[in-house]
């Protein structure tokens, strides 16, 4: 994939996800905040390959810690935002 | 391949679209987990890694410390929770820049710049939110702190960081790392405690921007894709937090906006005031009908939440409107106020933005004041020159009476003294948060006995003459204050005023069958208005006031729900249905089955304690009196 293209789909990314994010109202920030969390996650995937392609042992160590901070990240992030969502609820009582 | 993961990063943000409203947001946020397994599941089999043990013991390591951190943080924690997660994500991001740098695998002078970028921005992204996570967490002064020559330190860092970009190599990785650590301590050291909003939303942003440049030399465009949302996402929640604090990011990350020393004016200011308007809160408190809750950063540092939803909770037991407004940068992050109160059990539509709160407070008797200092001050608007000025506030001044339960009458964060305090219509309630609410509380748990003689009958009198629907539940109560009279007259009062008046009549209701028929009947109430459990039941949802005079085992909504009690499945008048429900009974002890009537806490329910014949000619007295 040429980097014409990734800037393409960076911008084009980040424009639908400002349109969209944008509706997010006020009363859900936080667990907006903690969602992206897990999503900047996506790492994962660069990490798991980064590590994978390691030679050296100090390398892999690194790649190995890249692998884990990120998996934090995605497990924490889906799992603390699902807490906080679980939480509001209407005043009707339903649900 | 690709395109596959661009529909991953689709649902990615199909999730996030599901997220503008709390109903589908968990969905939502289940959505985004699923297509990020899926993209993790796709990355390793493409690659033809999935054997490598490696993988699996990162992967295992990091899903249980995530898993742990997850269930264990409280709420009140999240600030830093997100600040560490922030950092985590860049911190990941500068690590695989680090790994491709030292492999050299890199061609091309795009993929060398972009590897440093990565490498620049992830590590800015973590040292930047170590701090702020150490600072929020209190292990570290949230005051603003500055290096001498504080200024000159940045600028050379800056230059050097920018610099060491065009460099590519082993060296020039750790140079580029060290660097951006330590702009980015540089940069948070200056934030003290009220502009972590700005700063956690920034980080934020750039943990996904460290994400996306991560793509560019790995050329995965799942990575562009999603880092890019990310930090659009962070972009936004920055924008809107400076707006509401009518700040530039740059003047919050160059620590220009905060007065750090402690201006001296404050003292003599507090006992006379406080002295003067200790009996003016009681009175606002019981004569409001529309409050607002204004909490701030002050609610969370005392955890006084709790003590908030039971001062909703009463208030509105009390019938008054109760509205929480939130300031967009009351508290550390985005949505602070509003995941402390989801926690506790505050419904989220009786929480509302600044402009929704704005245009309720003018009409309002009162305003409470939990912890919020600078976001109400109306110095913001007067006083050019101030930090605050021009920063959209929350108009508690506009409200009829403002109770300020705050610590001290010291400035808030902005160090500009807050005039609100000394306004005649405001009354200082100073200490603790939770201690001070407390305090209001038990004087809202006693009024109803303290003023039974006049004030529920005059309550109930008010509801009953705003009514287009009344219907009126008798039961051996009634019988036994040969209260039917004063029925008679009500309901005479009532139709008088166009209002229309069924009597409701359980099967069981007094100590025979048909006794409350027989009873009515015998002061002239046509037989017409009286209707069976059956014929009314669907009615309350439609009706205004439920008058319950005497009833109690007929009434009570417990019969539905407690299993095991002699109640249980027995059919009742279903009264909670209506929108107010007033209850004109001896006392409060259970009925005949001996249930707790689970009515009487009803938030809609007012009870009017008392013989029923006294309460009722008081209700008819507050009726007639308004004319």
Known sequence: MSYL?????????????????????????????????????????????????????????????????????????????????????????SE | ?????????????????????????????????????????????????????????????????????????????????????????????????????????????FAHFTTGLTIAVGALTFGGSALAAAKLHGVVSQRPQELPRHAAVVTVVTVLSLA?????????????????????????????GADMPITISLLNSLSGVAGAIAGFPLKNPLLVAVGGIVGASGFILTQIMCRAMNRSLLSILTGRTTVTGTPSRESGLEAPTQAASACQWEQALAEAERVAIIPGYGMAVAQAQLQVKELIDLLEAGHKEVKVGIHPVAGRMPGHMNVLLAEVDVPYEKLHDMEAINEFLPGADLAIVVGANDVVNPAAMAQPGTPIYGMPIIRADLAKHVMVLNYDTQPGYAGVPNSLYEEPHVSLLLGDAKETLEKVLGFLRQPQKEVAGGRPSAEAGKFLSQAEQVIIVPGYGMALAAAQHQVRELVDVLQGRGIQVKIGIHPVAGRMPGHMNVL?????????????????????????VVLVVGANDVVNPAAQTAEGTPIYGMPILSVSDARHVVVCNLDRSPGYAGVPNALYNMPHCLFVEGDASQTLRE????????G
Request: net charge neutral.
């Open chain 2, 1 to 109: 391949m690709n395109y596959l993961l661009l529909c991953f990063a689709a649902l990615m943000l199909y999730g996030i679209k599901l997220m503008s409203s709390p109903k589908t947001a968990v969905l939502g946020n289940a959505l985004g987990a699923g297509a990020m397994l899926a993209a993790i599941a796709v990355a390793l089999l493409e690659a033809g890694i999935l054997t490598y043990p490696l993988l699996w013991a990162g992967l295992g390591v990091g899903t249980a410390l995530g898993w742990v951190a997850a269930v264990k943080v409280l709420m009140i924690q999240m600030p830093q929770m997100v600040a560490a997660l922030n950092g985590l994500g860049g911190g990941a991001s500068a690590l695989v820049g680090l790994v491709l740098a030292l492999q050299g695998e890199a061609v091309g002078a």
């Open chain 1, 5 to 93: 293209l990734l800037i393409a789909i960076l911008v084009v990314a980040t424009l639908l996800g400002y349109r969209v994010i944008s509706e997010v109202p006020s009363l859900l920030h936080t667990p907006l905040m903690s969602g992206m969390n897990a999503l900047s996650g996506i790492t994962v995937v660069g990490a798991l390959l980064a590590a994978a392609g390691a030679i050296t042992t100090g390398r892999r160590f690194l790649g190995f810690l890249a692998i884990v901070f990120a998996t934090i990240n995605v497990v924490a992030g889906f799992l603390v935002t699902h807490r906080m969502l679980k939480m509001f609820r209407s005043g009707g009582g």
């Open chain 2, 164 to 192: 060491s970009l065009f460099f590519a190599g082993r060296t020039a990785a750790f140079v580029q790392l060290i660097l951006a650590l330590v702009f980015g301590v540089l940069l948070t050291m200056r934030v003290g």
């Open chain 2, 619 to 626: 209700i008819i007295s507050v009726l007639t009196e308004q």
């Open chain 2, 520 to 544: 009515l009947a015998e002061v002239d109430i046509p037989y017409d208005m009286l209707y069976t459990l059956d014929e009314i039941n669907p009615e309350f949802s439609s009706t205004d």
